[in-house]
């Protein structure tokens, strides 16, 4: 069976600092990777996803992602982050097609301070 | 434009009682999804559709039950049955044409049985 940890259940920074969510999954077949946002109250939003090819994605708000398959992680970063990153992020794994095939981490929590 | 609704934003519920989440969406979607947001959990699949008229379980789907009778509404129904049903409630479709891109979510609904 597949699993997602999101290793920091919260993380707070300081505006305008760097900031890593770590991701790490578990399966011993190939996956799809996602990372949502949900700003509070709110549905989710899709930052960014890996599907194949280059193993450094781009996502929209500045965000990036890497593969590391070796590693079996995929964490999200952004050099500078801004009051409007607050929110809670999430991790998702797909085995395959379909979405009933996605596996959400628990969340992490980003808090930026001024 | 095109979206996700979801209905209503907050609803209060007696136990004992069944109450009824509604989910319309005009993308011309194939597939939905319900899941369940508990702090700390992530997001569990409770029950998805990926045609009308069909539906199967998800990873939690005791206690409640749903239909597909248009292609554009999905509404979710919280019985007594359900042990624990104060949470958070999120509605999602996919493009079965898109079936591992992006899950487009709705705002959520917040249950709170008193």
């Known amino acids: 069976a597949q699993s997602v940890t999101q290793l920091d259940s919260q993380v707070p920074v300081f505006e305008e600092a760097p900031v890593e969510l770590r991701c790490n999954y578990s399966?011993?077949?190939?996956?799809?990777l996602f990372w949502y946002v949900q700003y509070p109250n709110q549905g989710l939003q899709l930052l960014l996803k890996?599907?194949?090819?280059?193993?450094l994605v781009k996502g929209i708000n500045g965000f990036e992602a890497e593969f590391n398959k070796s590693q079996t992680s995929f964490h999200l970063r952004k050099p500078s982050v801004h009051i409007s990153d607050t929110a809670e992020y999430f991790c998702?794994?797909?085995?395959?097609?379909?979405?009933?095939?996605?596996?959400f981490g628990q969340g992490t929590r980003l808090t930026i301070n001024p | 434009d095109g979206g996700i609704t979801q209905s209503p934003k907050y609803l209060f519920r007696k136990e004992g009682q069944n109450v009824t989440l509604s989910c319309e969406q005009n993308?011309?979607?194939?597939?939905m999804y319900w899941y369940r947001q508990d702090p700390g959990q992530g997001l569990r699949l409770i029950y998805y559709?990926?045609?009308?008229?069909?539906?199967q379980k998800g990873d939690i789907a005791e206690g409640y039950s749903v239909s597909r009778e248009k292609k554009e509404s999905f509404p979710l129904t919280v019985t007594s049955a359900q042990k624990n049903p104060t949470a958070f409630y999120l509605c999602?479709?996919?493009?079965?044409?898109?079936?591992?891109?992006?899950?487009?979510f709705g705002e959520g609904s917040r249950l709170t049985v008193l």
């Open positions: 998702a794994v797909s085995l395959g097609r379909g979405a009933q095939k996605l596996v």
């Open positions: 399966s011993s077949v190939s996956v799809y």
């Open positions: 890996y599907l194949s090819g280059s193993t």
């Open positions: 993308l011309n979607h194939d597939a």
């Open positions: 559709s990926q045609i009308v008229n069909d539906f």
């Open positions: 999602a479709s996919i493009g079965m044409a898109d079936a591992n891109g992006e899950l487009f």
